[in-house]
């Protein structure tokens, strides 16, 4: 659904935050082309995947959330 790029370009970090429609979506992506590519890269070290639920809650109270009407 969309991405959020992070880097601290000093350090070579690149990454995002990423926030998938569900489950099937985030697997699919994972496994899919885009990672596969990026861990082929020459000199790309320490590619690693984190996957977090997301906090429904606490996110609607910080407006983190699009919430339908």
């Known amino acids: 659904m969309w991405?959020?790029?992070i880097a601290e370009p000093s350090w070579s970090v690149f990454g995002g935050v990423?926030?998938?429609?569900d489950e099937a979506s985030a697997v699919a992506?994972?496994?899919?082309?885009?990672?596969e590519g990026i861990r082929a890269i020459p000199g790309v070290s320490e590619f690693k995947v984190e996957r977090f639920e997301v906090n429904e809650k606490l996110s609607k109270?910080?407006?983190g959330l699009l919430v339908k009407p």
Do not use: N, S
């Open 3 to 5: 991405k959020v790029w």
């Open 61 to 63: 109270i910080t407006r």
């Open 29 to 35: 992506y994972l496994e899919g082309p885009i990672v």
């Open 18 to 21: 990423y926030l998938f429609a």
